[in-house]
């Protein structure tokens, strides 16, 4: 079964730093894209970005473009999303996600999200 | 940036009653086009890839069609559980792919 376990909720001031985590199992992690998606509260899904375990490759939507930093550790089995210095308007729900082949393909598996409050 | 559009915003249909999903894209995805269910409080679930083909473990109740520009999900004899957002996204032409705004579906 393919899992993808998210690291807990943070509450950070603006300014701070953060970089949260998605572990995944069950599927070989470096032969499969993951995305990241945001959610701000009470709005839709956002597509951010996405990379591929394997090399590291990494695509971004323009609007996140320099304003987040995606990675991976494969022999963690683990994706990362950092910010280096938040705003308030970061709050958000964001969900890593598997995408289900090659990387023009959708998600067909998903965290369960982690919630970023930034309030000072 | 591919903008994707559905319609109704929200949509309020009776149990065991059939409800239609629109789903636009501002130019041709083919059939690049996923269906995702969010129930209160969850993550979203991937429903329909390839405009209609249902993922693993989807209920036949839930059906897509749909090519090109225009597409639509079917939810036959609603149940209470249907209770969600829906939303679609396109997978065709990155970056990004993009989702459309949802539609809420309520059970009346």
């Known amino acids: 079964e393919v899992l993808l376990v998210q690291s807990g909720e943070e509450v950070k001031k603006p300014g701070e730093s953060l970089k949260i985590s998605c572990k995944g199992s069950g599927y070989r992690f470096g032969s499969y894209w993951i995305g990241w998606v945001r959610q701000r509260p009470g709005k839709g899904l956002e597509w951010m970005g996405m990379i591929f375990p394997g090399d590291s490759d990494t695509r971004f939507s323009p609007s996140f473009r320099g304003q987040v930093t995606i990675s991976a550790d494969k022999s963690l089995t683990t994706a990362y999303l950092q910010w280096s210095s938040l705003k308030a308007s970061d709050s958000a729900i964001y969900y890593c996600?598997?995408?289900?082949?090659?990387?023009?393909?959708?998600?067909?598996?998903w965290g369960q999200g982690t919630r970023v409050t930034v309030s000072s | 940036e591919i903008v994707m559009t559905q319609s109704p915003a929200t949509l309020s249909v009776s149990p065991g009653e059939r409800a239609t999903l629109s789903c636009w894209a501002s130019?041709?995805?083919?059939?690049?086009l996923a269906w995702y269910q969010q129930r209160p409080g969850q993550a979203p679930r991937l429903l329909i890839f390839g405009a209609s083909t249902r993922a693993t473990g989807i209920p036949v109740r839930f059906s897509g069609s749909g090519s090109g520009t225009e597409f639509t999900l079917t939810i036959d004899n609603l149940q209470p559980d249907d209770l969600a957002i829906y939303y679609c996204?396109?997978?065709?032409?990155?970056?990004?792919?993009?989702f459309g705004q949802g539609t809420k579906l309520e059970i009346k």
């Open positions: 996600a598997k995408i289900r082949e090659g990387y023009s393909d959708p998600f067909d598996s």
């Open positions: 130019q041709s995805i083919t059939t690049n």
């Open positions: 996204q396109q997978y065709n032409r990155w970056p990004p792919y993009s």
